[in-house]
């Protein structure tokens, strides 16, 4: 199960159906993140796909010489604007592939349109999700919910864009779902309704073992999006944000003009796929061999091209090396910024005690930490908070002054209004009285000595003590552990044998931290594979707009669009 490369093969087919000649890409505001996020530019063209146009552009230039190719979610908005476009077409011959099922009176509205008989094919193509990781995926919403019900165009996107990769993973799942969540049980319902309705496009090959879709909350554990990481990936995403692989860099001090944007794609760049999941420490030492290789391969002064053979060795070699400069650059600026802001916002410490409060007991020595580093000025707006959000969590059960004394001193920082909320918000979003299971109790009596950064050598394990939730639902699950009583199954039947295809969709987003917990679960469980997806992948910033827009007033919220459908 590999659903960067389900979204790959389908852009390929796509690509393949038009033939030969010289295309332009036609697509919506999110199909184009679909496509962006598993094929470069560079890729693309090198298979005649010359341009890339918006649907909704009001200014596209008739080319009459180009084919299109449609590649589009199969909302209302889409099919009127495709519905123009057919009555004056600017391209001589349209390929249109949906991201999801549409419906029969949407293709007889195109099929009345294309009167001068320009479109040659209508296929249903399921790259209606973003594959992050080749086990990842995610839908890019934020603000599924308000309180504990569904925003019911959010309901109808979720259920689109996993139904959609159920489709492009060639599965027909049992369905379980978090008793304790009205949210999931209710997209468990949508699912199996769509399952239910289109029951032709889900008739796979039976396996031995049915595939497992499993469907929990995110208020089931609030904890973990909201602790500082120090894998690769994990910690660009916390401190520099990263938007369908791209990181803005506009603001690191001095930056190179070309570095202002980075894209970073375990695709096209081998020292990222073989560091996203390493902690701080090993990619300090990787960058370190990474720029020794590079002053190695260097070109040595001015290279003296006096033959044929030198000019061409040279005119072979350079673009490679060209591209290990670009490498090398870019990982060493985003490296050095991650750096930067570690030590400027006492990162080590604050991880400290972050991984204190979320998996030890000793409730004295936890509230003394938190409160000594309110009081250091070079700790951030955003970790303080985040401090006492986790002591508010860890401590609910506590009936003491602490909490108050802890608010106190995010008063006296200055704290923002808005921020101080969040910590009540954070604690009505995700904790005792709204989680299914017992967050808190895991790690209590385990002791671990403490150790710190040796030089390079890698973050020792009391910056990642911590292990989110999902890691053990799905080491039960593995195992044959789950109780029914609090996943149940959706109908009637329940898998006997151990699971081996496990689908998990988090509503209310997943994170890179259980990311890293499932790309670990499938190196160490022969035969089992799990894909991971979320409405979102968050970071605080992003999870704290999830919780507002939960608890009552809302932030700004992504609408991922709303209406639409599927088939291939």
């Not at 019911?152 to 799942?173: D, H, I, N, Y």
């Not at 989680?435 to 209590?444: E, F, H, K, P, V």
């Not at 593995?478 to 496990?502: A, T, V, W």
């Amino acid at each position: 199960m590999n659903v960067t490369l389900a979204v790959k093969q389908y852009v390929s087919k796509m690509i393949e159906t038009s033939g030969s000649g010289m295309k332009v890409l036609l697509m919506d505001r999110e199909t184009t993140s679909v496509v962006s996020v598993v094929y470069s530019q560079s890729e693309i063209l090198q298979r005649e796909v010359y341009l890339f146009e918006r649907i909704e552009s009001q200014n596209r230039e008739p080319m009459k010489h180009l084919k299109a190719l449609c590649f589009l979610r199969p909302t209302k908005e889409n099919v009127e604007l495709l519905v123009q476009e057919l009555r004056k077409p600017k391209y001589s011959v349209y390929f249109i592939f949906f991201s999801n099922v549409i419906s029969k009176s949407e293709i007889k509205a195109l099929a009345e349109a294309d009167e001068q008989e320009v479109v040659a094919e209508v296929q249903e193509f399921y790259g209606d999700f973003i594959a992050v990781n080749p086990h990842l995926f995610s839908l890019n919403l934020t603000g599924v919910c308000r309180g504990r019900s569904w925003e019911p165009s959010m309901l109808q996107r979720c259920t689109q864009g996993l139904t959609a990769v159920l489709l492009s993973l060639k599965k027909c799942p049992m369905i379980r779902y978090q008793l304790s969540s009205d949210l999931s049980k209710r997209l468990a319902e949508s699912v199996k309704q769509i399952i239910t309705k289109e029951y032709e496009l889900f008739d796979f090959r039976k396996t031995e073992v049915p595939p497992l879709l499993l469907i929990l909350d995110r208020s089931d554990d609030a904890i973990t999006p909201l602790l500082n990481q120090w894998t690769y990936q994990a910690m660009v995403h916390e401190l520099l944000g990263l938007n369908n692989n791209r990181i803005d860099l506009s603001r690191v001090p001095g930056v190179n003009k070309d570095l202002k944007e980075v894209v970073l794609s375990a695709d096209n760049d081998e020292f990222y796929a073989n560091n996203l999941y390493l902690n701080f420490g090993e990619i300090g030492t990787n960058i370190k061999n990474l720029m020794e290789d590079f002053q190695k391969k260097r070109p040595k002064g001015q290279q003296k091209l006096e033959s044929i053979s030198d000019m061409k060795a040279f005119v072979e070699t350079y673009p490679q090396f060209k591209k290990m400069s670009g490498t090398v650059s870019k990982h060493v600026t985003v490296v050095g910024e991650l750096s930067r802001l570690v030590s400027e916002r006492v990162l080590m410490e604050v991880s400290e005690v972050e991984q204190e409060l979320a998996c030890q007991g000793d409730h004295g020595n936890a509230s003394q930490m938190v409160r000594r580093m309110l009081q250091n000025p070079r700790v951030s707006e955003l970790d303080a908070v985040r401090l006492v959000m986790l002591y508010a969590l860890r401590y609910e059960r506590h009936t003491n002054t602490i909490l108050p004394a802890l608010k106190g001193e995010l008063e006296r920082r200055g704290t923002s209004e808005h921020l101080k909320q969040m910590v009540s918000r954070v604690v009505d979003f995700g904790g005792k009285r709204v989680r299914g299971s017992d967050l808190i109790t895991a790690n209590d009596a385990v002791a671990i000595t403490k150790q710190f950064f040796k030089g390079l050598k890698g973050v020792e394990n009391v910056y990642t003590q911590h292990q989110p939730l999902l890691q053990d639902t799905l080491d039960q699950l593995i195992k044959g552990r789950l109780k029914d009583s609090q996943f149940p199954y959706l109908g009637p039947s329940s898998l006997r044998d151990r699971p081996q295809d496990i689908i998990v969709f988090v509503i209310g987003g997943a994170t890179y931290e259980e990311a890293l917990s499932v790309y670990n679960l499938n190196r160490t469980s022969p035969g089992v594979r799990i894909v991971l997806g979320g409405s979102h992948i968050h970071n605080t910033k992003s999870f704290l707009e999830e919780v507002m827009a939960a608890t009552g007033q809302g932030s700004e919220r992504s609408q991922g669009g709303s209406r639409h459908s599927n088939r291939r």
